[in-house]
């Protein structure tokens, strides 16, 4: 069974860090691309960030670059996200999931083949 689960959110004051983790199992990790994503309420889906794991490859949506770092540790079969200077626009359920490319473009989150249940951020001013 294809599965991803996340952890790591929270409550943070702005300004603060938190490290997101993406732990999958069920298909081959070193062959996919995954993703994170998040969902405001009222708001779209938003992808953010998606690295490649064979190369480690990354794509960052412009307005979170310099902020948001994706890595992978492909012994631990686990993508994260580190969220650095933590703002209010920031609170959101975040998922991580994998596409059905095999790289990492802008488009990415049009083609998920699945997430997870997603971890809340709330971000406090």
């Known amino acids: 069974e294809v599965q991803l689960v996340e952890s790591g959110g929270g409550l943070v004051q702005a300004g603060g860090s938190l490290r997101l983790s993406c732990a999958a199992s069920?298909?081959?990790?070193?062959?996919?691309?995954i993703g994170w994503f998040r969902q405001a309420p009222g708001k779209e889906r938003e992808g953010v960030s998606c690295i490649k794991i064979s190369d480690g490859s990354t794509y960052y949506k412009d307005s979170v670059k310099a902020r948001f770092t994706i890595s992978s540790d492909n012994a631990k079969n686990t993508v994260y996200l580190q969220i650095d200077s933590l703002k209010p626009e920031d609170t959101a359920v975040y998922y991580c999931?994998?596409?059905?490319?095999?790289?990492?473009?802008?488009?990415?989150?049009?083609?998920?083949?699945?997430w997870g249940q997603g971890t809340l951020v709330t971000v406090s001013s």
């Open positions: 069920g298909f081959s990790f070193d062959d996919s691309a």
């Open positions: 999931a994998k596409t059905r490319l095999l790289y990492c473009r802008r488009y990415w989150p049009t083609y998920l083949e699945v």
